[in-house]
């Protein structure tokens, strides 16, 4: 087994180093930043989509974040539901985190956190606040009386939903106290605080 | 086997509708509108999330467009690669699809085909064209050389892809022969023209 991520913890290759940290695999990491990915011709080699992360699991090549955490779930052996339909479950939940919440979460994070203060538009953090309700109310919804997504298993379903949304500990979810408690149950893993801690 | 799909063929509920027609499978349709979903309380108690479509098999109750096809081919055994690294580009490509074209499609068609024309923005048309020549040049350099995502067989790849852009066939796609090529092998099948009947 060789495997190799490209991506700086500080882009959506924070999700794929927590998923292998989660598995404890041995890998190398080559900590690209998504600003210098697009031009960098050797890196465009391997991923023609110029974006991070990208995992090479024995030569094959495989992008997408949420994509390449299946991936491993699945081939590594954890985290990784045995029943097809909680599988199927896993791919529903990581396609919704992107079509539904991720797009609003970036613009809420942007105009919240990550801009200088100068660039932030207040309207802009104030239309994405208001995109989230419902995505969190589904969330809150869907943790009642269970744990985690799929039941009583952490799985790659959680992972997957949560980091896409890691920066909403900052947010304020008194609205959604099940989902709040699951969001910090999820960012508190070693594995994830491991991750962090990576260039 | 029991299926029901929940949603118009005027929706996401499309792409679904071609895979069942692919696979050849019998099915109950409601065709649920999209603008009547998130309000009919009967429907929110089997998708909280309010959006269509549904797919609910044999008890099963799986949402997103692209995880209940990604279901559907597995399950009933075509469209469905063999390996294990070919489903995992399976994923990769519907992850794609939604993170890095969905959203710039739509803003497309609709401020060019779907909206009055009073209403449409020629700004917010432009600004979507500009933001599909990054991912329309990836699937021109993806399908160099093979007729299908995966290489020589038609795949629940194809279909996820293509469903989520099936208007791009009135866009401007001079510079992407190959691409274009491809979209209409994909949209020029039997079980996509009939899945567009249905209501």
Same mark, same amino acid.
């Given at each position: 087994?060789?495997?190799?991520?490209?991506?700086?913890?500080?882009?959506?290759?924070?999700?794929?180093?927590?998923?292998?940290?989660?598995?404890?695999?041995?890998?190398?990491?080559?900590?690209?930043?998504?600003?210098?990915?697009?031009?960098?011709?050797?890196?465009?080699?391997?991923?023609?989509?110029?974006?991070?992360?990208?995992?090479?699991?024995?030569?094959?090549?495989?992008?997408?974040?949420?994509?390449?955490?299946?991936?491993?779930?699945?081939?590594?052996?954890?985290?990784?539901?045995?029943?097809?339909?909680?599988?199927?479950?896993?791919?529903?939940?990581?396609?919704?985190?992107?079509?539904?919440?991720?797009?609003?979460?970036?613009?809420?994070?942007?105009?919240?956190?990550?801009?200088?203060?100068?660039?932030?538009? !207040?309207?802009? %953090? =104030?239309?994405?606040?208001?995109? *989230?309700? +419902? &995505?969190?109310? #589904?969330?809150?919804?869907? @943790?009642?009386?269970?744990?985690?997504?799929?039941?009583?298993?952490?799985?790659?379903?959680?992972?997957?939903?949560?980091?896409?949304?890691?920066?909403?500990?900052?947010?304020?979810?008194?609205?959604? !106290?099940?989902? %709040? =408690?699951?969001?910090?149950?999820? *960012?508190? +893993? &070693?594995?994830? #605080?491991?991750?962090?801690? @990576?260039?």
């Amino acid at each position: 087994m060789a495997l190799t991520l490209y991506g700086s913890s500080y882009s959506r290759s924070l999700r794929v180093l927590w998923m292998l940290k989660e598995l404890d695999l041995p890998f190398e990491h080559i900590p690209l930043q998504w600003q210098e990915c697009g031009q960098n011709a050797d890196y465009l080699a391997i991923n023609p989509t110029g974006t991070i992360p990208t995992l090479v699991d024995d030569g094959f090549v495989l992008a997408e974040s949420l994509a390449i955490n299946l991936h491993l779930a699945r081939r590594y052996g954890r985290l990784w539901p045995a029943a097809e339909q909680d599988q199927a479950l896993c791919w529903q939940w990581s396609l919704w985190a992107v079509a539904s919440m991720e797009t609003s979460y970036i613009q809420w994070a942007a105009h919240t956190l990550w801009l200088a203060p100068e660039a932030r538009d !207040p309207a802009k %953090a =104030a239309a994405a606040t208001e995109a *989230l309700q +419902r &995505p969190l109310a #589904r969330l809150e919804q869907a @943790l009642q009386g269970q744990p985690w997504l799929l039941g009583h298993d952490f799985s790659v379903a959680d992972l997957n939903v949560a980091g896409c949304i890691n920066g909403l500990r900052r947010f304020d979810l008194t609205a959604y !106290p099940t989902m %709040a =408690a699951w969001l910090n149950r999820c *960012l508190d +893993r &070693p594995a994830y #605080r491991a991750a962090t801690q @990576l260039p």
